[in-house]
């Protein structure tokens, strides 16, 4: 449904991605290869094999063995995965997809970028933008990364509650992404929201639950 091209998907926004990271990788590993890696810093994922400061032979060899690997080394200060040895454009010639979560939100549902993020590869194909829908309705201080820049684009207050027209209003003046995945979408009211959303969207989007594998094209 997110149309997850071959080559390199970017994973960017809000709480969710590295939920997405698995999910998709699950899903395309079924019948490729499949590497995951971040290019900023992302937690250890505990689902799949770790290749750590691997060289392209290494990582070869990982995918030779199962369908799925994640690619990087580790971020001593913080014991965080960050990004591999090898270089974007070369995983993307070893593996079929390679899914990159490509910024950090604090595990708040939303976020607005600072003028250095998100770190895209330039090789990237695909930019998937996350939006928490449990965002809605709550201060913006509370509920986004970077509040200060998000007030700023959708022309609130930090104080103010988080609308679906303050969210579409962020993704619009930002224009990262390709399509948006409004996640967490589970009651009467979040599809409300989330519909709202997409009516204000200038790109394809889908809302629904990672979690229960329930997810709709609204745009």
Same mark, same amino acid.
């Given at each position: 449904?997110? !149309?997850?091209? *071959?080559?390199?998907?970017?994973?960017?926004?809000?709480?969710?991605?590295?939920? %997405?990271?698995?999910?998709?990788?699950?899903?395309?590993? *079924?019948?490729?290869? /499949?590497?995951?890696?971040?290019?900023?810093?992302?937690?250890?994922?505990?689902?799949?094999?770790?290749?750590? +400061?691997?060289?392209?032979?290494?990582? *070869?060899? @990982?995918?030779?063995?199962?369908?799925?690997?994640?690619?990087? +080394?580790?971020?001593?200060?913080? &014991?965080?995965?960050?990004?591999?040895? #090898?270089?974007?454009?070369? %995983?993307?010639?070893? $593996?079929?997809?390679?899914?990159?979560? $490509?910024?950090?939100?604090?595990?708040?549902?939303?976020?607005? !970028?600072?003028? !250095?993020?998100?770190?895209?590869?330039?090789?990237? =194909?695909?930019?998937?933008? /996350?939006?928490?829908?449990?965002?809605? =309705? $709550?201060?913006? +201080?509370?509920?986004?990364?970077?509040?200060?820049?998000?007030?700023?684009? @959708?022309? /609130? +207050?930090?104080?103010?509650? #988080?609308?679906?027209?303050?969210? @579409?209003?962020? %993704? *619009?003046?930002? =224009?990262?992404?390709?399509? #948006?995945?409004?996640?967490? #979408?589970?009651?009467? @009211?979040?599809?409300?929201?989330?519909?709202?959303? $997409?009516?204000?969207?200038?790109?394809?989007?889908?809302? &629904?639950?990672?979690?229960?594998?329930?997810?709709?094209?609204?745009?």
């Amino acid at each position: 449904m997110l !149309h997850i091209r *071959r080559g390199l998907t970017a994973i960017i926004g809000g709480g969710g991605k590295s939920t %997405l990271l698995r999910a998709l990788a699950e899903e395309l590993s *079924r019948d490729a290869r /499949v590497v995951v890696a971040t290019s900023t810093k992302m937690y250890v994922p505990d689902w799949c094999p770790v290749v750590l +400061s691997a060289s392209p032979d290494d990582v *070869r060899a @990982a995918l030779s063995e199962v369908p799925v690997v994640c690619a990087g +080394s580790i971020h001593l200060p913080t &014991g965080k995965l960050t990004e591999p040895r #090898v270089v974007f454009a070369e %995983l993307v010639r070893l $593996a079929d997809y390679v899914l990159v979560e $490509a910024d950090g939100a604090k595990k708040l549902p939303l976020k607005a !970028h600072a003028e !250095h993020e998100p770190v895209i590869p330039a090789c990237a =194909g695909r930019t998937v933008c /996350v939006v928490g829908v449990d965002g809605i =309705g $709550a201060p913006v +201080s509370q509920t986004c990364h970077r509040p200060q820049r998000f007030a700023q684009l @959708a022309g /609130v +207050s930090v104080d103010d509650a #988080v609308t679906p027209e303050a969210v @579409a209003a962020v %993704l *619009r003046a930002e =224009g990262l992404h390709d399509v #948006v995945l409004i996640n967490k #979408v589970e009651t009467a @009211a979040d599809w409300q929201a989330a519909r709202r959303i $997409a009516a204000l969207c200038e790109t394809p989007v889908v809302a &629904g639950s990672l979690w229960r594998d329930d997810l709709r094209c609204l745009r």
